[in-house]
């Protein structure tokens, strides 16, 4: 392989690089994840920003259109407030022109900017009365919150995760919205009547209907704020007295209209002025409630970020960390390993070029080390064994005169011993001389041994001849184990295919588990879409609580129509009777007014009790829709762990698939390894036939071991032995030499 080619620094480096690509994927996806949580929450931001200039924009408007209802009713002292709000209005267009081109073709909000803004210089064009001014001013402001729920549904603000976030937009978006428009539509209503100097049936009925919704709102508000502190207390705390203070002068300012507006009733002049004001400051109060609580989804915004960004920062310097000190570790190593190898190296360069006093610097005490200090020893060993030159002419003569002394053991005479002197060659004679006594020993014990080596040798060939008959039947045996082994390969190649089945059966697995991931996020978008839908149903089953509420107040007022008009019937019956026969006809008219003045009693309150049925039905209806909401965000987060489960499902199914695959390969290599264990078998099979072939040679061979022991009997009867030796001379008996 050419990886074995590669040097020391390359493997670590390749081995290292190996390690880290998992851990730098699995950092690719932690941190690709982290990038779409905060672009999703610096997409919420900018709804925030676009919805604090659409609240400064509703503001204004508000203010406009209740100054102009003053004005119009005739109290020249809303003009000021009236001309102040046109600045206003102007620089919050050009903001909200600023921020809509960034994000208005994102969130497909710029067709319906432009109707505000076309309907708003419409507005400023034209001169209305009074009542058309309001429905006109009106509408606009109800087209401003419908931008502003847009807005909220589009930059993520209505579906955020967070469940905190999701109360905060709840309340501000369905909740205070709602309640300044309702509120602001009081505080004109009030200025009109009190600046015309008396009521009017209209007008009291208008503020009655606007009072009920108002107060449905409020109750909207304290429900949202309920769920707010459940789940965070303390964001519940910092938004509990803004809201105390508002509904208070809420309460204060509707129970003072609805005392103070009624039919016919006069007012004395200042009294729009007074009351503007009043309404002006309970409104300033819910707009704080709003301010306070953007600002502090803005700091949950923020801080989700902040947080989302230190993840990522301390998920890169971890992984940056690990790379710097594998990077130093194979560093380190290579330098070591580098160091004590060129150590080694110009060590055997020097003792080629015949220094043998060279010695290796060891620089560790690793592998390369213990080699280095080793071969320093060695040199050591080597020093002291090189002699000089003159010891070794010595030697040699003393060799060559050692020689011809035992020359004579190679003709066979043993006779003669070698002369022991005090040079270096007297160990060497000394020892020659004990080899002398251990030959004649030799000769002597082989002599006997020869007689003995012929009567075992006949047992030896009884015996071979029972190990041939033994390999014969165990070449048999190992031939039947050979086929068991052929039929187990075999099956081992089966579980092979049936291991590849099960990986692709895994890869489907992995597949179906990506397939219901994506459903789950279909489904996740469905449940989306159906709490948009049931949130927008909600309103507009509201706003026909709002209507049927408006029917109720007509319905009385046709209650009162005909009940003053069956006190006229009865006055003009009187007229009539005191009118004599002039009278008569007159009379008819009036029994006639007077029968249909009580059919449309009856049926005004046959109408009030419907449009009471209507009333507890649309409660009922908006709390369900508020119940379905609910049950809607929570179908949502279940969806969203579901899909969590199926993403770690397909997580575990990728481990499954690589096990699997694993098997299959490992079943494949045990397939081939039973091959070669069939083939081995076969060898061995084969071994032991040439072992029983080899058994039956061996018995002829043993015939032979009597024939060479008895000419090895007439071979060593050649060395001649000393006359008076009659066995081995004891050691201690040998001379040794200096």
């Known amino acids: 392989m050419r990886i074995?080619?590669?040097?020391?620094?390359?493997?670590?480096?390749?081995?290292?690089?190996?390690?880290?690509?998992?851990?730098?994927?699995?950092?690719?996806?932690?941190?690709?994840?982290?990038?779409?949580?905060?672009?999703?929450?610096?997409?919420?931001?900018?709804?925030?920003?676009?919805?604090?200039?659409?609240?400064?924009?509703?503001?204004?408007?508000?203010?406009?259109?209740?100054?102009?209802?003053?004005?119009?009713?005739?109290?020249?002292?809303?003009q000021q407030p009236l001309e102040a709000s046109k600045p206003h209005i102007a620089a919050a267009l050009i903001s909200i022109d600023r921020i809509d081109a960034a994000t208005g073709a994102k969130w497909e909000t710029t067709g319906k900017w432009q109707t505000i803004k076309n309907n708003w210089l419409a507005l400023q064009g034209a001169t209305f009365n009074e009542a058309e001014s309001f429905r006109r001013h009106s509408e606009l402001t109800s087209a401003v919150i419908q931008l502003m729920r847009a807005v909220s549904d589009r930059s993520g603000l209505t579906t955020d995760s967070a469940i905190d976030t999701y109360y905060l937009v709840d309340s501000l978006i369905n909740g205070v919205t709602p309640a300044i428009d309702e509120l602001s539509r009081l505080r004109g209503n009030g200025n009109a009547a009190f600046a015309r100097g008396s009521a009017t049936i209209e007008d009291a009925a208008n503020i009655a209907a606007l009072v009920r919704a108002l107060n449905e709102n409020n109750q909207g508000i304290e429900r949202a704020l309920s769920g707010l502190e459940r789940n965070n207390p303390d964001i519940a705390a910092g938004l509990g007295d803004t809201w105390k203070s508002a509904q208070k002068l809420s309460d204060e300012l509707t129970r003072s209209l609805q005392r103070d507006i009624q039919p016919g009733r006069t007012f004395a002049p200042g009294a729009a002025k007074a009351f503007h004001e009043r309404a002006s400051r309970a409104l300033a109060e819910y707009f704080i409630l709003y301010d306070n609580g953007r600002i502090t989804i803005e700091t949950l915004l923020t801080r989700r970020v902040d947080s989302l960004a230190q993840q990522k920062l301390v998920q890169s310097t971890i992984v940056l960390l690990v790379f710097l000190i594998a990077a130093w570790l194979v560093i380190s190593i290579v330098r070591g390993v580098t160091k004590q190898t060129r150590a080694i190296s110009k060590l055997f360069g020097q003792i080629r070029a015949g220094n043998l006093e060279a010695r290796a610097h060891i620089y560790c005490r690793d592998e390369l080390g213990l080699i280095a200090e080793e071969l320093n020893l060695m040199l050591d060993d080597t020093l002291q064994l090189v002699e000089s030159k003159e010891e070794k002419e010595r030697i040699q003569s003393s060799i060559v005169k050692l020689l011809g002394e035992v020359s004579g053991v190679a003709t066979g005479d043993l006779t003669r011993d070698a002369e022991v002197t005090a040079d270096v060659t007297g160990a060497i004679a000394d020892a020659f001389n004990y080899m002398l006594i251990e030959l004649r020993q030799i000769i002597s014990s082989v002599q006997s041994t020869t007689i003995e080596v012929t009567t075992s040798a006949a047992e030896v060939q009884q015996t071979a001849s029972q190990l041939a008959y033994g390999s014969s039947t165990q070449s048999t045996a190992i031939a039947h184990a050979s086929s068991a082994i052929a039929d187990m390969a075999l099956s081992i190649q089966n579980v092979s295919h049936s291991a590849l089945q099960a990986a692709e059966i895994a890869d489907r697995a992995l597949r179906d588990?990506?397939?219901?991931?994506?459903?789950?996020?279909?489904?996740?978008?469905?449940?989306?879409a159906i709490r948009s839908r049931v949130q927008e149903t909600s309103k507009r089953i509201k706003r026909l609580g709002e209507s049927s509420q408006e029917i109720g107040e007509i319905v009385r007022l046709i209650v009162d129509i005909a009940d003053r008009t069956s006190i006229l019937a009865l006055n003009a019956?009187?007229?009539?009777?005191?009118?004599?026969?002039?009278?008569?006809?007159?009379?008819?008219?009036?029994?006639?007014?007077?029968?249909?003045?009580?059919?449309?009693?009856?049926?005004?309150?046959?109408?009030?009790?419907?449009?009471?049925?209507?009333?507890?039905?649309?409660?009922?209806?908006?709390?369900?829709?508020?119940?379905?909401?609910?049950?809607?965000?929570?179908?949502?987060?279940?969806?969203?762990?579901?899909?969590?489960?199926?993403?770690?499902?397909?997580?575990?199914?990728?481990?499954?698939?690589?096990?699997?695959?694993?098997?299959?390969?490992?079943?494949?290599?045990?397939?081939?390894?039973?091959e070669q264990v069939a083939k081995n078998v076969e060898g061995i099979s084969q071994f032991t036939r040439q072992t029983a072939n080899g058994a039956q040679v061996t018995e002829e061979s043993t015939r032979r071991l009597v024939d060479l022991a008895a000419e090895l009997n007439s071979s060593i009867s050649r060395f001649r032995l000393p006359a008076d030796y009659s066995g081995p001379i004891p050691p201690h008996s040998v001379r040794h030499g200096s």
Do not use: C, W
């Open 4 to 78: 074995l080619t590669l040097s020391i620094g390359k493997k670590l480096s390749l081995t290292i690089l190996l390690t880290l690509v998992p851990l730098v994927v699995l950092l690719y996806f932690f941190l690709e994840s982290r990038d779409e949580r905060i672009l999703a929450a610096q997409g919420e931001r900018n709804g925030l920003a676009y919805l604090a200039d659409l609240r400064l924009l509703l503001d204004s408007l508000n203010t406009h259109r209740d100054a102009t209802q003053g004005v119009l009713a005739g109290d020249a002292s809303f």
């Open 573 to 674: 019956s009187i007229q009539a009777s005191a009118a004599g026969e002039a009278g008569k006809g007159f009379a008819v008219v009036a029994e006639e007014v007077e029968r249909l003045a009580v059919r449309a009693a009856e049926s005004a309150k046959k109408i009030a009790m419907i449009i009471k049925s209507v009333q507890g039905d649309t409660t009922e209806a908006v709390a369900a829709m508020e119940e379905t909401t609910r049950e809607v965000v929570n179908g949502s987060r279940l969806a969203n762990e579901a899909g969590q489960r199926l993403r770690d499902l397909e997580d575990v199914s990728h481990q499954i698939a690589d096990l699997v695959a694993g098997i299959s390969a490992a079943s494949r290599q045990q397939a081939a390894g039973s």
């Open 513 to 528: 588990a990506k397939g219901g991931s994506e459903t789950v996020g279909k489904t996740i978008d469905g449940m989306n």
